[in-house]
């Protein structure tokens, strides 16, 4: 199994451009996040979907939105890309709501510039 | 709300020293706490788990850490640290039954360094 696999792993953009992340699962996973890292800030919550078909805001939602395709993919769109969202951006999954732990993909490093 | 904090942000101990890294949490109803551990440019990798099973919890390459409720407290230890064990640790809680019990509240982090 591959476990949870992200695409792309580098990206740069420049201000303004948008553009997807790509995140999907192999392991029936009902739960789906996408984080973001950013140096001293350990990991922040942007977007989760508990299951298929649904999606609720995290800590930190502002000039990002996702798509829950299916069981198996979560994406995220940056729409109008600024320099405060360079970052490194993860997507994790889990079993269910709460509880057990979360398998992380290898994340995608992004720059706007 | 669940929260943890992660006291210092860098910690350099020896090869074959004793590892403790310090996470409190805050949650208003039963915690789950996590460690996971993040080696340079990979994604994070689960160290152990607590889930109100035994306060002592082993997990991976040696780690362990021990729930104390009357302290607030997960700190993981590691008896004798390897040059391979430097990374960044995160503490991590998700509270069950609460509103963000879909995600987990992570710390800042904890960058390791063993020197040799």
């Known amino acids: 199994n591959a476990g949870v696999t992200q695409t792309p792993k580098f990206q740069v953009l420049k201000t303004g451009q948008s553009m997807t992340l790509q995140c999907a699962q192999d392991m029936n996973h009902n739960s789906m996040y996408w984080y973001r890292q950013d140096p001293g800030m350990g990991l922040r919550l942007i977007y989760y979907s508990a299951s298929e078909g649904t999606t609720d805001k995290g800590e930190v939602p502002n000039g990002y939105n996702v798509s829950r395709l299916n069981k198996r993919e979560f994406s995220l769109r940056l729409e109008s890309a600024a320099p405060s969202q360079t970052s490194v951006y993860f997507c994790?999954?889990?079993?269910?709501?709460?509880?057990?732990?979360?398998?992380f993909g290898p994340g995608t490093r992004l720059t706007v510039l | 709300a669940q929260s943890v904090t992660q006291l210092g942000s860098h910690v350099s101990v020896s090869e074959g020293a004793l590892v403790l890294l310090r996470c409190n949490y805050s949650?208003?109803?039963?915690?789950?706490l996590f460690w996971y551990v993040q080696y340079p440019n990979q994604g994070l990798q689960l160290l152990l788990k607590y889930t109100s099973a035994a306060t002592l919890v082993k997990g991976i390459n040696g780690f362990e850490a021990e729930f104390k409720k009357s302290e607030t407290s997960f700190h993981l230890t590691k008896p004798s640290a390897h040059m391979s064990d430097a990374a960044e640790y995160f503490c991590?809680?998700?509270?069950?039954?609460?509103?963000?019990?879909?995600?987990?509240?992570f710390g800042k982090g904890t960058s390791l360094l063993v020197t040799p």
């Open positions: 949650s208003s109803v039963p915690p789950y």
């Open positions: 994790a999954s889990s079993e269910k709501r709460g509880g057990l732990e979360q398998f």
């Open positions: 991590a809680v998700s509270g069950w039954g609460s509103n963000s019990g879909y995600a987990l509240n």
